[in-house]
T-cell receptor, first 117, second 114 residues
């Protein structure tokens, strides 16, 4: 299995531009998570989906951020317009449903390093 | 509310010595506890988890962790540190009755000195 795939790995853009980050979860996983990592704030959960449906988006910073999961094998995180403070590493992770209450670990992608100038 | 505390931002240990990375947690019910490791420019990698059963959990790369309910702790340990263990370590918790998302600590940077 190729694991969680994210693209692009690096993105440099100018303030005000639209940025789209992409994620392909591990096949068969029905949970997908988007995280943001910065030195100042550490690892933050932005949003997560179950069976393509957003479950909790309370971590999304503001209306400039949006996430979609049109099918089980693809998700996007969009920032429009982008700002310098959005510079961070964005991770996607996936997992399978807990069985009989047993929690299953999340598998992380390599991340997208976003720099907004 | 669920939370995790990693009291040490940085841990230094000499190669060959035992290492401990500390984690304490807070949940309303029974906890599911996890340790992840992050190497430079990489995503987080799963090391081990505690769900139920034996309080001593063994994981990847020779790491283990001990669940202590009375102290609400889940410290990560390894008997003999390697230089290659140098990385950022995250503890995470999920409430048994809660949603399937994890609450991560702020991370502890482990440096193993040759």
């Amino acid at each position: 299995d190729a694991g969680v795939i994210q693209s692009p790995r690096h993105e440099v853009t100018e303030m005000g531009q639209e940025v789209t980050l992409r994620c392909k979860p591990i096949s068969g996983h029905d949970y997908l998570f988007w995280y943001r990592q910065t030195m100042m704030r550490g690892l933050e959960l932005l949003i997560y989906f179950n069976n393509n449906v957003p479950i909790d988006d309370s971590g999304m910073p503001e209306d400039r951020f949006s996430a979609k999961m049109p099918n089980a094998s693809f998700s996007t995180l969009k920032i429009q317009p982008s700002e310098p403070r959005d510079s961070a590493v964005y991770f996607c992770a996936s997992s399978i449903s807990p069985l009989a209450g047993v929690s299953n670990e999340q598998f992380f992608g390599p991340g997208t390093r976003l720099t907004v100038l | 509310a669920q939370s995790v505390a990693q009291p040490e931002d940085q841990v230094n240990v000499a190669e060959g010595n035992p290492l401990t990375v500390k984690c304490t947690y807070s949940v309303s019910g029974n906890p599911y506890l996890f340790w992840y490791v992050q190497y430079p420019n990489r995503g987080l990698q799963f090391l081990l988890k505690y769900i139920t059963g034996d309080n001593l959990v063994k994981g990847s790369y020779g790491f283990e962790a001990e669940f202590n309910k009375s102290q609400t702790s889940f410290h990560l340990k390894k008997p003999s540190a390697l230089v290659s263990d140098s990385a950022l370590y995250f503890c995470a918790v999920r409430d048994f009755g809660g949603a399937n998302n994890l609450f991560f600590g702020t991370g502890t940077r482990l440096t193993v000195i040759p």
